[in-house]
């Protein structure tokens, strides 16, 4: 048997790719190397958003053509591919660069690569593709099989939204959801696989406008509505999402829709309305409190999470001010913060005024401490109370199993075969990054 070993930069929906690049590669006889080291084939599946992405690539390339010079010399082969974001973005730039890479594919190719390594094995040399559209990708996936107990399942890809600092609108292309039947058919399988709980993902996922067979165009809402009807399924979530597409009924489904679990990730970037309108952002700092407020009107409980970047063009004191009183006034659960970082071809890349490291240094460090005690009193406020926890895998000591409650807190507890199964437990302590629990 080959090995195949895929290594994952970025998001969720990257790590979502990573598996499918798995399943489509299982057909060919490529089984999961431990690294590197054991691998026939490397993919580097990597992402865009982060920063320094495609130096971090490079430098991961550098050590890989090392290894596969030693492997030459033993008269092995090893392939590598580079796929994601990063590929689409650098194309044929990167194969110069680095010549160790065999294989280039974009977000959009992926599932060509069977037949990328079938040509390249028959004719040697290298293989690059780049845009197809996203509806042949999707639909020449195999079924995914059943991994764990908590599944990824893309149903949106790209936006239309063009925030000045991103990149996704370049990289990932325009806004596109899958129809609702081709998802439901997939949660089935997933769900007949062993899947309890479904992430839905979309880099704009609340935008979700699926066309039905009968041209009806439906809403995410409707779409957890339907989903919630699969009797094994328990638990659906979604992410991520944007204020601006916050609608009545995604609120109202988190009211009613009981598998919809109370949490929501939903990045505000800043508090500041004079730089959320240089993001491009189409919305103000009040908007999006309002919005907090509706859903919390409709699910008291829900947990809120969020995105922000400290340090955007022309950001001054009182704007980050601005962002620090946001972040008091909603109170947040988890969150993920970033220095602005210049994303080439952006027009917040171009625009005057960057902030100087240390400045933005020293606001990460003051937002960041602030979200930390907003995250530890959430964590804190669990302590005493009776929760249903999904186990999903072993802990580390004998007897120990992790899961998630509803609000994605991580949870242990000890017990006997406890994967797979929704149990009340009671949280008995913090530790740094989990809580605590003894079975009910
Ligand atoms: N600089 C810093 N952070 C960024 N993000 C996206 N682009 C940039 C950038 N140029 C962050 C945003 C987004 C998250 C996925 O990554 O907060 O919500
Ligand atoms: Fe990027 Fe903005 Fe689109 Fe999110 S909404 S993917 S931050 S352009």
Known sequence: MKKL?????????????????????????????????????????????????????????????????????????????????????????????????????????????????????????????????????????????????????????????FCSFCVVPYTRGAEYSRPPEAVIAEAKALVAGGVREIVLLGQNVNAYRGE????????????????????????????????????????????????????????VQSGSDAILAAMNRQHRAEDYLRTIGQVRAARPDIALSSDFIVGFPGESDADFEATMALVRQVKFAQTFSFKYSKRPGTPAAAAPKQISEGVKNERLQALQKLLLEQQDAFNDAAIGSTMDVLFEKPGRGRGQFVGRSPWLHPVHAEGKELIGKILPVKIIARTANSLKSVLE
């Open 5 to 161: 070993f895929v290594k994952t930069y970025g998001c969720q929906m990257n790590a979502y790719d990573s598996a499918r690049i798995a399943d489509l590669l299982a057909p060919l006889g490529y089984g999961a190397a431990v690294g590197p080291e054991d691998a026939d084939m490397v993919v580097l599946n990597t992402c865009h958003i982060r920063e320094k992405a495609a130096e971090k690539v490079y430098s991961e390339l550098g050590t890989l053509r090392v290894l596969k010079e030693e492997k030459a010399g033993r008269g092995e082969a090893m392939l590598v591919a580079v796929a994601g974001c990063v590929a689409q973005a650098e194309g044929e730039l990167m194969l110069r660069r680095a010549p160790v890479i065999d294989l280039l594919v974009g977000p959009q190719t992926y599932h060509r690569l069977p037949e990328m390594i079938a040509r390249i094995s028959r004719a040697g040399g290298k293989a690059l593709e780049a845009d197809f559209p996203a509806l042949e990708k999707f639909d020449a996936l195999p079924d995914a099989g059943a991994r764990g107990l908590s599944a990824f399942l893309t149903v949106q890809e790209g936006c239309d939204k």
């Open 212 to 267: 039905a067979g009968d041209g009806k165009s439906w809403s995410l809402a409707r779409l957890c509505e339907a989903l919630a009807q699969i009797d094994d399924l328990a638990r659906i979530r979604y992410t991520t999402s944007h204020p601006r597409d916050m609608d009545d009924d995604l609120i109202a489904a988190h009211r009613d829709n009981d598998k919809l679990m109370p949490f929501l990730h939903l990045p």
